[in-house]
């Protein structure tokens, strides 16, 4: 297969690509919540005449083109936003107060529509599947998916994801065999004492002491306690607690997030929070309740043949010099759920450009894309899908 002709057919439309994104931007949606987005995702499916299953995973959509014989390999894409007020300085900002796709899913949702264009032209030996996905941002839409049948009827014997990023330029892409993202988890940790007015602390029991020693002997739990040649991260994000400067509240609440390279070690994080907030929560006269809400991400773990098939599909394309060996990431993300079930890799695709202040991590509220990278993304998606049938 001739990539340079793919990544033609996909600078061709990178004007359609684009304006897809732009929309999807402006109308930021959150997870589940996904319905403007993919009626936009189905409208511009049954322009190209494709066929989908819709609703899968509560809000998602399973589209697939090909003859159903022979192989079967899988696109994904993640469509919800963040509950982020975007201060990007850009000219089709978000409209919804409160929401904003600092996470780049909107390109990410544009890029596959694009492949699924120029795959809906192509003649397609095999099966291809494009899983437009609900609720990454901590929804596990990716188990939903898997749940529900998106790897299935026909089998996918792999799975390619793409994730825009914004610590390499425009042009480049990277990823790594094995563990690429970490294993996650949050948590919520209350902390219950006696209030009271604050000229009488004796009277009180003060959760806002106890909280302080909590948070200061959870950051052992990785300094003392951890394998420095293991990757773990325990950070606290949030402490909130009274409203007075003169009362000793009744309760403190906590949040943060457990990071792990690998399940074993997200366990032994959790066990550890459980252990220090109960026993230090006691030794200041206080009840602690720790809870880990929403769902405990997996590793994301590239097959190890599927990276050097695909960074050598992407060598081809735009040169070996611009194909990066990355360290691990200790963000998490749900393609995970899809790389327990079959082979499949995640790789991330550079938008860094500081001539046009792309400068910002993801989920800042100043986080921009350099668009001029989105046609490498459908041409990936394109070549991935149609490499891997001729396997």
Known sequence: MDLDIVMKESENIKDWIVDIRRELHRFPELMYEEH?????VREKLDELGIEYEFPIAETGVLAKIGDGD????????????LPIQEMADVDFKS???????????DCHTAMLLGAAKILSQREINGTVKFLF???EEGGAGGEKMTQEGALENPAVERIFGLHVWPFIPTGQIGSRAGAFLA????MDIEVV???????????CVDPVLASSRIIDSLQSIVSRETDPLESAVVSITAVNGGSAHNVIPESVAIK???????????????????EICGLVGRANGCEVNVVYPGNDYPPT???????????????????AENVNELPPVMGGEDFAYYTQKTKGCFVVIGVGNPNKGCIYSVHHPQFKVDEDALPLGTALHVSFALESLLK
Not at 183 to 186: V, Y
Not at 193 to 203: C, E, I, K, Q, R
């Open 70 to 81: 022979g192989p079967c390999v899988a696109l994904r894409a993640d469509m919800d936003a």
């Open 95 to 105: 409209e919804v107060d409160g929401k904003m796709h600092a996470c780049g899913h």
């Open 133 to 135: 996905q609900p609720a």
């Open 193 to 203: 004492g006696t209030g009271g007015h604050a000229a009488a602390p004796h009277t």
């Open 183 to 186: 294993a996650t988890s949050f």
């Open 256 to 274: 943060g997030t457990l990071r792990s390279l690998t399940m074993d070690g997200l366990t032994n994080l959790q066990k550890r929070v459980d």
């Open 36 to 40: 403007r987005t993919n009626a936009l």
């Open 301 to 319: 773990f590239n097959d190890p043949e599927t990276w050097e098939f695909a960074k050598g599909v992407a060598e081809s394309m735009i040169g």
